[in-house]
């Protein structure tokens, strides 16, 4: 299986830090946008992740409006989109698929190895393997 490029998103530089290392454990080639703005651009400039794991709660620009701003743009539009946040009402949840995310991830409750395994089984059943 060839290197899944997967873009992470987080404002918190401390777990930013420690998803890249995780995703890049298991194999994935990791590209990290400390928020939502170093992100857009990333995207802007050409880049294409296969993959794209976002917080929500960010200032500036939220993870809902950046997935919006991608989606107004044209960007990263068969990337696999999936929310890791702490909020995880259902109104968050729904909001998220309405963006074009296929799975959501609730941080408080999931270990990080927990997200890059939940991240694959997302990214799997989207792509039917």
């Known amino acids: ?29 990791v590209t990290s946008a400390l928020g ?10 050409g880049f294409v992740p296969d993959i794209m794991v976002t917080d929500i709660v960010m200032p ?8 919006g701003k991608m989606k ?8 696999v989109k999936v929310i ?7 109104s968050d949840i729904k909001q ?7 799975g ?3 941080k408080a409750s999931t270990t990080p190895s927990e997200v890059v395994t939940q991240v ?3 990214v799997e059943k989207k792509l039917g393997k």
Do not use: C, H, W
């Open 36 to 45: 939502a703005m170093p992100a857009l651009e990333k995207l802007r400039g």
């Open 1 to 29: 299986m060839e290197q899944k490029k997967i873009l992470i998103v987080d404002d918190d530089s401390f777990l930013l830090d420690m998803y890249a290392l995780k995703f890049s454990q298991s194999g994935f080639a």
């Open 120 to 122: 694959t089984q997302i």
């Open 96 to 102: 998220g698929n309405e963006l074009g995310a296929s």
């Open 72 to 79: 107004a743009e044209g960007l990263a539009q068969n990337a």
């Open 84 to 90: 890791l946040s702490n909020r995880g009402q259902e």
């Open 60 to 67: 500036v620009v939220d993870g809902f409006e950046m997935l």
């Open 104 to 106: 959501y991830i609730v």
